[in-house]
């Protein structure tokens, strides 16, 4: 990946270009915490809620605590996140700050936790039935990776067009894949938004 790929820039180009070709009406972008990507979304699609993806977001928080932290201290924090309602899942949030917020060895995660809260509960603000499969960007990375696997075989592109139509054969077969299952990963509706 290129060192650019989360510039601002970069992300304005492509939220561009889809809005160029007919996107509209985005009410929720999942994403992990880039802030050139960040700053993209809250300027190309006004009026939707970014998400900050859970995943990456506890993992930020983990990376801070100590290795010998206790399992319950990580117990914690995820039952944070599982709060079917704001006011639990913020009343949770305040009691790990109160029980561990004067740790020095937990502090910076509690940092993390405390500044980036909020940019990770906004799937509350979305129906219950969808919120699992909004909460994160997992779908994502599992698709970034199989491009990647994809990817290392070949190694050596000639040129721009070989890269794009083999990526764009790769996201093709996954759509088709994806619209002939009989599992569907998320049923889009006026009722679910």
Request: glycine share 4%; aromatic share 10%; hydrophobic share 40%.
């Amino acid at each position: 990946m290129f060192k650019t790929a989360n510039r601002e820039d970069n992300w304005d180009t492509v939220f561009h270009r889809f809005v160029q070709r007919g996107l509209f009406g985005v009410k929720l972008v999942i994403s992990d915490a880039h802030k050139g990507l960040v700053k993209a979304v809250r300027k190309n699609f006004l009026g939707a809620s970014w998400q900050r993806c859970q995943a990456h977001f506890l993992r930020n928080i983990f990376d801070k605590l100590p290795k010998k932290v206790s399992s319950d201290v990580k117990d914690e924090l995820k039952s944070i996140f599982k709060a079917s309602e704001l006011e639990l899942t913020r009343e949770r949030k305040e009691h790990f700050l109160e029980k561990y917020g004067c740790d020095s060895k937990l502090s910076a995660a509690c940092d993390i936790l405390e500044n980036g809260f909020e940019d990770a509960i906004q799937i509350l603000s979305f129906p219950e039935n969808i919120r699992r499969r909004i909460r994160t960007t997992n779908v994502l990375e599992r698709l970034n990776e199989e491009i990647r696997r994809r990817e290392r075989v070949i190694r050596i592109f000639p040129n721009i067009n070989s890269i794009t139509r083999i990526i764009g054969t790769l996201l093709m077969e996954k759509d088709t894949e994806w619209l002939a299952s009989p599992r569907k990963y998320l049923e889009f509706n006026s009722n679910n938004i």
